[in-house]
């Protein structure tokens, strides 16, 4: 099995890959009509991943998923001992 941490970039990178082809294809396609505005909703929805995959990885998520990692190595459950 891949390493989690893989999975997520590769998805990551999907999500704005995808967000910069929608918007170069709106910027410079010949995409009109229906299809444009369906174009447009996509967009919306890549725009709203992008948003969370960027802010995993360059906000405190990304931390806090590798302190819990490196605590379920230890056998801890993350409390404090006494």
């Known amino acids: 099995m ?17 967000l910069f082809a929608a918007l170069l294809l709106v910027a410079f396609g010949d ?17 709203t991943n992008a948003k969370d995959a960027l802010g995993f990885f360059f906000g405190t998520s990304q931390s806090s998923q590798e302190k819990s990692d490196l605590l379920a190595r230890n056998g801890r459950s993350g409390g404090h001992e006494t």
Not at 7 to 15: E, G, I, K
Not at 31 to 45: K, M, P, Q, Y
């Open 31 to 47: 995409v009109e009509g229906s299809d444009r505005e369906l174009l447009l909703v996509l967009i919306g929805a890549l725009v």
């Open 2 to 18: 891949k390493d989690p941490r893989q999975v997520r970039a590769t998805l990551a990178f999907v999500t704005l890959a995808m």
